[in-house]
C-alpha cells in the first residue's frame, strides 16, 4: 500500500483494489518517469535492467500489502515493467531479497523475456556481468545502505573499489559500471575508473522504514545510462 500500483487492478477472483492518494501519485510519477526515458532513448536500441526486489511479498507480518497471494504481486509487476521489457532490446534481472520476492523472479522474468544466464541456470541470477559497447557491467541488488545522509557517498565507493579489488584477485576483468539497488535512494560515485551507480525504488517509506530510518526520503526514478 506504500508501493506502486496501478488504476483498478484486480487482485483476484474479480475484486478490483483502488491506490490510495500516494499511490496514485506515484502512478502518475511512474508514467512521467516512461515518458521521458523513452524520449531520451528515441529510436535507439535499449537494454532493460530490472534490479531485485520486485515485489513487495509477505513478511514479518507486514499489513502495508495490497492482497496476501505473492502471485497477485507478481502479476502487478509484470503489468508495470511489461511495456518497456517488450520495447528493450534485452532485459537483465537479478534476484533481491528473499523475504520479499520468496525467489518468484525466475518465472517473471521468463514472462518479460529476460536473458537466460548460462553460469546459474536461470533467468534471474544473483549476480549480472556483461559488456555494453565496450563497457563492462556488474549488476546485483545488494549493497550496504546508511542512517546518516552525509555518509550516502561512502558506501557506493567502498563497494566499487572492493569489487574492483576482487576482480583483480582473482584474476579478472575489472568492470567499468557497477548497477545496484537496495537503498531506495538515488547515489551515483565515479573516480574516473568507474562508475557505481543505484537506482531509486518505487515505494514510500513503510512502517518498517519509519521504524529503522525514521528520517529518510525515498526517492522514485529510473536511471538511463547513456552510451551515445
Not at 87 to 109: F, I, P, Q
Not at 171 to 194: I, K, N, Q, S, T
Request: aromatic letters at 10%.
Amino acid at each position: 500500500t506504500a508501493a506502486l500500483c496501478p488504476r483498478n487492478f484486480e487482485i483476484g477472483d474479480g475484486a478490483r483494489y483502488h491506490p490510495n492518494a500516494l499511490q496514485t501519485r506515484l502512478w502518475e510519477f511512474w508514467e512521467r518517469a516512461n515518458a521521458w526515458a523513452r524520449h531520451l532513448i528515441g529510436n535507439s536500441s535499449f537494454g532493460l535492467i530490472i534490479n531485485g526486489d520486485v515485489t513487495e511479498g509477505v513478511h514479518h507480518h507486514t499489513k502495508q500489502i495490497i492482497s496476501p497471494e505473492p502471485y497477485d504481486h507478481v502479476r502487478l509487476a509484470e503489468h508495470c515493467l511489461a511495456p518497456l521489457a517488450e520495447d528493450a532490446d534485452l532485459v537483465y534481472m537479478t534476484k533481491g531479497t528473499e523475504s520479499h520476492t520468496r525467489n518468484m523472479e525466475e518465472g517473471l522474468a521468463q514472462k518479460l523475456g529476460a536473458v537466460y544466464n548460462h553460469e546459474y541456470q536461470g533467468y534471474a541470477p544473483p549476480h549480472w556481468i556483461f559488456n555494453v559497447a565496450g563497457c563492462r557491467y556488474s549488476v546485483t541488488h545488494h549493497i550496504t545502505t546508511s542512517k546518516r545522509q552525509w555518509t550516502e557517498a561512502s558506501g557506493l565507493g567502498l563497494a566499487l573499489n572492493d569489487e574492483r579489488l576482487a576482480c583483480i584477485r582473482a584474476g579478472l576483468p575489472v568492470p567499468d559500471v557497477c548497477c545496484r539497488a537496495h537503498r531506495h535512494v538515488y547515489g551515483c560515485f565515479e573516480d574516473g575508473y568507474g562508475t557505481m551507480v543505484v537506482s531509486p525504488a518505487w515505494q514510500g517509506l513503510t512502517r518498517y522504514g519509519h521504524k529503522v530510518v525514521s528520517g529518510k526520503r525515498p526517492q522514485f526514478g529510473l536511471v538511463v545510462l547513456d552510451h551515445r
